[in-house]
């Protein structure tokens, strides 16, 4: 089931923080989340564990909640170079451990300067 | 090192016609992935291929698709006589072993424009 991603469209200033939500309907094995700039190929950002461990960037952060069911990436003092399109995509737990991932929408980040 | 690659970058079919996309992956990379891009929209699961493992098609749309790939290296994915839904940018990813521990890199997309 696809995850639903919150909000759809973030304007921000420069400097300014940014929270995105992914939130799914089952317990998730792991969340990968992605930044697709317009006409390039999604960029690996970060992966989220069930078991806590994290994998990525040093300047965001990611969270998963108690169940497991929703992730929230954090983006500090946000830089131009952060506007693009941010995707989650979720690994349900109890599935056969394939990769394959299940993607929200995306949430359209803009920074201004 | 070189990238997920894809080709051609764009096709312009008309609709009935047949058409291959390619894709090469990561030297190395045992898992390949699929994934289809509608305007606007978020990536929608195709197909996965791992190793010599019988591929997971769970996610193709219509009997219309298909996906090799040969010597676990370079994958083709096939659409049959085209449609105007059909119409998206097909993207595909490898990662090193698959799983839900491992990064997925992605090529740059074949944009398929179905007149």
């Known amino acids: 089931q696809q995850p639903v991603q919150s909000p759809q469209a973030v304007i921000l200033r420069e400097g300014e923080d940014a929270v995105i939500n992914c939130s799914s309907s089952?317990?998730?094995?792991?969340v990968h989340w992605y930044r697709q700039k317009h006409g390039e190929a999604p960029i690996f950002l970060m992966i989220l564990l069930k078991g806590g461990e994290q994998k990525g960037h040093d300047k965001i952060s990611a969270s998963f909640n108690e169940k497991k069911q929703q992730s929230s990436l954090y983006l500090t003092a946000s830089q131009l170079s952060y506007s693009g399109t941010y995707f989650c995509g979720t690994d349900d737990e109890g599935s056969s451990n394939t990769g394959k991932l299940i993607f929200g929408q995306g949430t359209t980040l803009q920074v201004k300067p | 090192g070189a990238g997920v690659s894809q080709s051609p970058s764009n096709k312009v079919t008309e609709k009935g016609k047949d058409v291959e996309l390619r894709c090469d992956p990561i030297s190395g990379h045992t898992a390949l992935y699929w994934y289809r891009q509608s305007l606007g929209q978020g990536l929608e699961f195709l197909i996965y291929?791992?190793?010599?493992?019988?591929?997971?098609k769970s996610g193709l749309p219509s009997d219309r698709f298909s996906a090799e790939r040969t010597g676990g290296s370079v994958s083709t994915l096939t659409i049959q006589r085209t449609q105007q839904e059909d119409s998206a940018v097909y993207l595909c990813?490898?990662?090193?072993?698959?799983?839900?521990?491992?990064?997925?890199?992605f090529g740059p997309g074949t944009r398929l424009t179905v007149l």
């Open positions: 089952k317990a998730l094995y792991s």
């Open positions: 291929f791992q190793g010599n493992s019988a591929p997971d």
């Open positions: 990813a490898s990662s090193v072993s698959g799983g839900g521990t491992d990064t997925q890199y």
